[in-house]
């Protein structure tokens, strides 16, 4: 018979560690409180999980230059967003997002901008999520207006859209519709309307975090490389950098797993790589 072993938690990192006291300083800004619900959530349980996260998620990654945290919010949002299966997590860095100083209408348009890429369900999902989080926070939210492209008029929407398309994804964008148009030309006639046309004009996001957040969605979700490799061309075509790139994928991997930031940064490097034989910028 094995010989019955006792688990007495131990903190992973001490107390005097200075990554861990970095990072529960910021997880104490992103919370808004002097003690995050995470130690106590975990201390009965795994303490060392909560020891683990504030050392590792907020003290090494979420200092890290290239992506401000106001974006750092936002890419994690589109990516618990679109997994799906985080809820709580969700609202939390809703929440969090607001006191890193973004808008309510940047985070309602980041989810909105997620119908997209993960669908409806996904989109509708993320704004309950943020108006239980505003609600909760006495946050006065007043919806956006809908972009100018928006109506009844198909025609001005195509030519926004593909306007938008052309200047985002350029000719990356292009080959994919191309590649519709004798197959299911109406889906490349509704990418261009609605994708480009309808979301992608909206006030309350600039392209660069547009483009940010459908990498952050589509990394998360690890089903979709062509089009990722098509939004890494579009975020560095809107004036994206490469290290903004590089850093919103290595951020993922405390929120998505290390295997879809993995999965991410080899497809990305071959975008770049692409380009640096073309003489595009990258």
Do not use: W
Request: hydrophobic residues 45%; aromatic residues 6%; glycine residues 10%.
């Amino acid at each position: 018979m094995a010989p019955h072993l006792s688990h007495t938690p131990s903190p992973a990192a001490a107390p005097q560690d200075p990554t861990y006291l970095r990072g529960l300083a910021a997880l104490r800004q992103l919370e808004g409180t002097e003690r995050p619900t995470l130690l106590d959530g975990l201390a009965d349980l795994a303490p060392d999980l909560a020891t683990l996260a504030i050392r590792f998620v907020y003290g090494e990654i979420y200092p890290r230059p290239g992506l401000d945290l106001r974006s750092r919010q936002l890419v994690t949002v589109a990516a618990l967003a679109a997994l799906g299966h985080a809820r709580p997590q969700l609202k939390f860095h809703i929440a969090g997002a607001l006191n890193a100083g973004c808008s309510s209408n940047e985070i309602v348009e980041t989810l909105q901008h997620l119908v997209i890429y993960a669908g409806f369900p996904v989109g509708l999902n993320g704004v309950f999520a943020a108006r239980e989080v505003f609600q909760e926070r006495g946050c006065n939210h007043e919806p956006l207006a809908c972009g100018a492209a928006q109506g009844d008029d198909s025609r001005a929407r195509f030519q926004a859209g593909l306007q938008a398309l052309q200047e985002i994804d350029g000719h990356a964008g292009e080959q994919v519709i191309a590649a519709l148009d004798g197959l299911a030309p109406d889906l490349a006639r509704f990418i261009i309307e609605f994708a480009f046309g309808d979301i992608y004009t909206r006030p309350g996001l600039s392209l660069v975090q547009r483009e940010l957040v459908t990498l952050a969605a589509l990394a998360a979700l690890g089903t979709a490389v062509p089009q990722f490799k098509v939004h890494v061309h579009g975020l560095l075509n809107v004036g994206g950098t490469r290290q903004m790139l590089v850093e919103s994928l290595i951020h993922l991997a405390a929120y998505a797993g290390f295997p879809a930031a993995l999965n991410a940064l080899q497809a990305a490097r071959e975008v770049l790589d692409e380009r640096a034989a073309k003489g595009q910028s990258c």
